[in-house]
């Protein structure tokens, strides 16, 4: 087998196009029960980027046509080689989006991935004013996300506007490149999910994220069982790693 030397970290987002139902009056306590939508919910379009080159890909499912079938088998095909899946809400949005639309048209994907998800990191490390995506990066001065106008939806899904889906598709690259930046930030004081240099055949005693052995231990903490645990900081690419004193 031909040893990798480069990781394969992929940026993802989805736009979903809302459920067509019956009702008679709308109001915030009206329950439409699921024999009353007329047209499921799809997947307008996935856009990606692999980490750290410029090319944002994108996929949708036609202005006319609006089948997100052939869109989410490329996807998933090209998913199918990532090694981490990077998204914002990824884990509980994203993904169950994907999987569900998937099972619907037959299309097989993996059981498990390995994902890293933004918004936990967000909420489990950090205290920004909220945990949106653009919040945050404009918390960090990294940019923002592109504005579009709400009625974008209508036009893509009910008038089937090829301008107004291009429009979207436009919104949706952003938000990847956003989100690539934003996770670039969030990384440095989120130790890695992964190890790299394992995957590179590489000892595991060099960064997990980089596979550089030029490390330096910066600080070490005795667990209540006795471990001792090593905080390492990679002077290549200045991320940080724990490891055990055996």
Excluded at 99 to 128: A, Q, V
């Amino acid at each position: 087998m031909e040893l990798r030397t480069k990781r394969r970290r992929l940026f993802f987002d989805i736009e979903t196009s809302y459920c067509i139902g019956k009702f008679w009056r709308p109001g915030s306590k009206v329950f439409i029960p699921a024999d009353n939508v007329i047209k499921q919910a799809g997947i307008i379009c996935v856009c990606y980027k692999w980490e750290g080159e410029k090319q944002v890909y994108s996929l949708d499912w036609g202005a006319k046509k609006q089948d997100d079938k052939t869109p989410l088998s490329k996807f998933i095909e090209v998913a199918n080689q990532a090694d981490e899946l990077v998204g914002h809400n990824g884990d509980k949005f994203d993904l169950p989006w994907i999987r569900t639309r998937c099972l619907f048209h037959g299309i097989e994907m993996f059981p498990h991935y390995s994902t890293i998800d933004t918004l936990k990191i967000s909420r489990n490390k950090y205290r920004f004013p909220d945990n949106k995506l653009n919040t945050i990066a404009n918390y960090l001065g990294i940019g923002a996300k592109i504005s579009i106008e709400h009625g974008t939806w209508d036009k893509v899904i009910l008038e089937k506007c090829n301008k107004a889906l291009q429009n979207m598709v436009k919104y949706c690259k952003g938000d990847v490149v956003l989100l690539e930046k934003v996770y670039t930030e969030l990384k440095k004081q989120t130790e890695p999910a992964m190890h790299y240099g394992a995957i590179f055949g590489q000892s595991r005693a060099t960064c997990p994220e980089c596979g550089s052995d030029d490390l330096k231990e910066v600080k070490t903490r005795t667990t209540k069982t006795g471990l001792r645990k090593i905080q390492v900081k990679c002077n290549t690419c200045g991320s940080y790693h724990s490891k055990t004193d055996r």
